[in-house]
Nanobody, 123 residues
C-alpha cells in the first residue's frame, strides 16, 4: 500500500499550486482521505479531508475559501487545489487515508500516510 504525494514547489504569494496524492496497492474508493501539513518548528496539522461515504469535505479555518480538496473519478487519486497562497502556507504537505466513513481531523485515525511534498510560498 502506497500513497504518493506530488505537486509541491516554490510559488510567490498569491499564486496557486495543485497537489496530487496517488494511492496504489489496494482500492481506496471507500476510504476517507485527508491532507495535513507541517510547517517548520510546528506540529503537523489538518488541512482538509474528504469522506469516502458521502464526499463531505471538512476544511481547516486557515485555508477555508482558498483550498479545495477533491478526488478523481476512480477515487484512488486525491487533489488539493491551493489558491491565494500565503507565506504562512509554507510547509511539508502529507496525504493520508483512513478506513473510517468520514475524514478525521486528527492524525491518529489515519491508517496510511504518504511521504510529504514541500510547498514554499515566497513573499
Amino acid at each position: 500500500v502506497q500513497l504518493q504525494a506530488s505537486g509541491g514547489g516554490l510559488v510567490q504569494a498569491g499564486g496557486s499550486l495543485r497537489l496530487s496524492c496517488a494511492a496504489s496497492g489496494r482500492t481506496f474508493s471507500t476510504y476517507s482521505m485527508g491532507w495535513f501539513r507541517r510547517a517548520p518548528g510546528k506540529q503537523r496539522e489538518f488541512v482538509a479531508g474528504i469522506s469516502g461515504v458521502d464526499g463531505t469535505t471538512p476544511v481547516a479555518d486557515p485555508v477555508k475559501g482558498r483550498f479545495t480538496i477533491s478526488r478523481g473519478n476512480g477515487k484512488n487519486t486525491m487533489y488539493l487545489q491551493m489558491n491565494s497562497l500565503k507565506p504562512e502556507d509554507t510547509a511539508v504537505y502529507y496525504c493520508a487515508a483512513s478506513r473510517g466513513s468520514y475524514a478525521p481531523i486528527t492524525e491518529n485515525p489515519y491508517d496510511f500516510w504518504g511521504q510529504g511534498t514541500q510547498v514554499t510560498v515566497s513573499s
